[in-house]
């Protein structure tokens, strides 16, 4: 039962004080400073979405989708559902939020290890009832290591400047973003990783390169290509040749 409990505190405190934790970026609290922040950074943010296909081009940062918009991405929603963790710690790491192996070590442990050692106590109490209390306490906190997703869903919404979910919780929406993945975490983490992939400018292929305009001919003079930062420049026309016939001064 010690075990039990020291893992998931040892966990949380890694958390706080490791790695993890220690290179955080701070960003107003509010939403709203959030986005301001962002568009005077960037006036326009130009992103792929990886999986619709197509360039998406926002001022202001938002969800892809709702919370249980799983059919935007089934596959998405499936993998989230399968293997929370290994897609959890993926989707951190890719957001700079940390390392995706230490992600999902420490998720795991903080959903296995109450449950498990608790298990193992409450077989080994000769009292039936005070085994039942036991294991439910276990398991209770297996669940609540769920939490630890939405502490980094509130990291990853800050981040992005995302809006909060003011709607629920008392407007409070890092309260609701624990909730969220208190309540439906395979939601929750589908419409991260879809947020994820809607702001992952790193693969953005140019779509247009500047091409230089016709050049003319020598007889037509020479311009330079017009470009957004260089000025135009033209040469004078060539001055016209007058042919006379000779026999007209005669």
Known sequence: MTLGVGFPVAAALYMVYGPLG??????????????????????????????????VVTTKAEWAGGLFDL???????????????????????????????????????????????????????????????????????????LLYGGFWRAQMRRRLGLPGDRSMCGGRPATADYVKWLLSAPCALAQEVRTGSLYDVEDVPVEEKEKPAMAPLDREGRAVPFTAGN??????????VMVQDINTYK
């Not at 609290?29 to 130009?46: G, I, P, Q, T, Y």
């Not at 000025?231 to 016209?240: F, H, N």
């Open 22 to 55: 220690g290179g955080k970026l701070v960003l107003p609290e509010s939403s709203d400073e959030a986005v301001l922040a962002l568009v005077e950074s960037a006036s326009v943010n130009a992103s792929q979405s990886q999986y619709s296909g197509r360039v």
């Open 71 to 145: 059919a935007d991405d089934p596959a998405v929603a499936a993998l989230s559902l399968t293997c929370t963790f290994c897609v959890f710690g993926w989707n951190m790491e890719r957001l700079g939020l940390g390392n995706m192996h230490v992600h999902v070590f420490t998720f795991a442990l903080l959903c296995a290890a109450p449950v498990l050692v608790f298990a193992v106590a409450a077989l080994n109490t000769h009292d039936a009832t005070l085994g039942c209390v036991v294991g439910a306490a276990g398991a209770l906190l297996s669940v609540l290591g």
């Open 231 to 240: 000025a135009v420049a033209i040469d004078a026309p060539p001055v016209p």
